[in-house]
């Protein structure tokens, strides 16, 4: 069956250190993965997307990679601060058809002062 | 500009009653979303819609109807609310379709609860 998991349900460490994020899929072929951030009580805000022939992502303290052949993606957030702490979700388009998106179930980071 | 937006945000139900959930974009975007957020379950797909008067269903459809007339207004629909249906409906939209990566655009929810 189809699925994506994210390594963990929830992750704490310690401000300044760096935040990694794991998304596994199965049985998708995937053109480009995308990550979002959603805060309590709000909707997801699209961070980075990455292209299967892109082997590394970077925005400011973000980085992304993305191995197809792992079927998974990681998602870094280096010198980490408290106002990282969010629900971080990876999404792709099953179909590669432009229509929808699946979801994974999301981690949520908690950085510690 | 403000983006999308959804109403109501919060709403509690009883079993068996009906209500529409309202969805609005002023990006001009074609493609539209609705999805619902369980606990430990992620975002799961109900219906979407590639355009005006056009609708698709998605990963969990059944229980819910969704209408698009206007290309900026996206409606979900329960006919007969169960406490299944008990969830955060979230909107979203993009402008050019998943296959150009353009990114999904957010409400900020509804929280229904159905009892």
């Known amino acids: 069956s189809q699925k994506i998991e994210q390594n963990s349900e929830a992750l704490n460490i310690q401000e300044g250190k760096t935040a990694t994020l794991t998304c596994n899929y199965t049985n998708y072929s995937p053109a480009y993965l995308q990550w979002y951030r959603q805060d309590p009580g709000r909707g997801p805000v699209f961070l980075l997307l990455?292209?299967?022939?892109?082997k590394e992502k970077r925005k400011e303290r973000l980085k992304v990679t993305f191995d197809t052949t792992l079927k998974q993606s990681l998602f870094h957030i280096t010198a980490s601060q408290p106002a990282d702490s969010a629900t971080y979700l990876c999404a792709l388009d099953p179909d590669n058809y432009g229509q929808n998106f699946v979801f994974g179930p999301g981690t949520r980071l908690s950085v510690l002062p | 500009n403000a983006g999308v937006t959804q109403t109501p945000k919060f709403r509690v139900l009883k079993t068996g009653q009906s209500m529409t959930l309202l969805c609005a974009q002023d990006?001009?975007?074609?493609?539209m979303y609705w999805y619902r957020q369980d606990p430990g379950m992620g975002l799961r797909l109900i219906h979407y819609?590639?355009?005006?008067?056009?609708?698709a269903k998605g990963e969990v459809p059944d229980g819910y109807n969704v209408s698009r007339l206007k290309k900026q207004n996206f409606l979900l629909g329960l006919e007969s609310a169960a406490p299944s249906q008990t969830s955060v409906y979230f909107c979203?939209?993009?402008?050019?379709?998943?296959?150009?990566?353009?990114?999904?655009?957010f409400g900020n929810g509804t929280r229904l609860t159905v009892t």
């Open positions: 819609s590639v355009g005006e008067g056009t609708t």
């Open positions: 990455i292209r299967e022939n892109e």
């Open positions: 979203a939209s993009t402008g050019r379709g998943g296959y150009f990566g353009s990114p999904l655009h």
């Open positions: 990006m001009n975007h074609e493609y």
